[in-house]
C-alpha cells in the first residue's frame, strides 16, 4: 500500500511538472520586446543580426537562454544558463537581484556582450558583459562575464536545478564553443543581450 501511495505521489509531481514545462514554454516569447532591441541596436551602433535573451523568470533546469536571429525572426540557440547563488529564494528560481558588488546576485536589464578574453573556466574564454540599464550598470565592475564552466549542463535538468554562479551569466562549455564561433564571424561583435527577471 505504501509503494503504491509513493508510486501516484511521484506520478502526479512529474505530471505536473510535464504541464508546466509545456505552459512556460509557449507563454514566453524572445520576440517580443523586438522593437525595444531594434531601437537600442540602432542607438548604440550594436550587431545587428543578432541578440541574447535570458530570461530568469524560467527555472534554472529549463533552457532559457536564447540566441535569437532578428533579421530572419528565429531562434538559433536555446541554451542552459545559471544565475548567481544568491538570487536564488526558491529552488531553481531567481528572484532576488542585485547591481552591488559582491552581492553574488544576478543582474537584470539591458547589457553589450562585448570584448572576448581570456577565462580560468570551461572552454577559456569569456565575454565582457556591460551593463547599459541603471539595475546592471555594475557588471564590468563586479566582473559579471558571459563564460562556461563544466558543471552547467547543455541539456535540461527539470525538475532538478543546476549549479549557481557569482552572479556570472554561465552556460555549458558546448553551447559557449557554438557562441564563439558565431562571435567570431561577426565584422560587429558588440551584441545585445537582454537579461529579464
Request: charged share 25%; proline share 2%; net charge positive.
Amino acid at each position: 500500500m505504501q509503494k503504491l501511495f509513493i508510486f501516484f505521489f511521484l506520478s502526479f509531481i512529474f505530471c505536473n511538472c510535464s504541464e508546466e514545462k509545456v505552459s512556460a514554454q509557449k507563454t514566453f516569447d524572445p520576440f517580443k520586446k523586438l522593437n525595444a532591441y531594434k531601437s537600442i541596436i540602432k542607438k548604440r551602433n550594436l550587431n545587428k543580426q543578432y541578440v541574447f535573451v535570458v530570461n530568469y523568470k524560467e527555472h534554472s533546469g529549463k533552457k532559457r537562454m536564447y540566441l535569437i536571429d532578428i533579421l530572419n525572426k528565429k531562434v538559433i540557440r536555446k541554451i542552459m544558463v545559471a544565475h548567481g547563488k544568491k538570487s536564488e529564494s526558491k529552488l531553481g528560481y531567481a528572484t532576488d537581484f542585485s547591481n552591488k558588488i559582491n552581492s553574488n546576485k544576478s543582474s537584470i536589464g539591458y547589457a553589450i556582450v562585448n570584448q572576448r578574453a581570456y577565462s580560468k573556466w570551461g572552454t577559456h574564454v569569456k565575454y565582457w558583459l556591460d551593463g547599459i540599464s541603471n539595475t546592471n550598470s555594475n557588471m564590468r565592475k563586479r566582473v559579471m562575464v558571459l563564460h562556461s564552466y563544466e558543471y552547467v549542463p547543455s541539456y535540461e535538468t527539470y525538475p532538478l536545478p543546476i549549479i549557481t554562479s557569482l552572479g556570472c551569466v554561465m552556460i555549458a562549455k558546448k553551447d559557449m564553443t557554438f557562441i564563439d564561433e558565431i562571435i567570431k564571424k561577426q565584422k560587429n561583435k558588440r551584441i545585445l543581450m537582454d537579461i529579464q527577471g
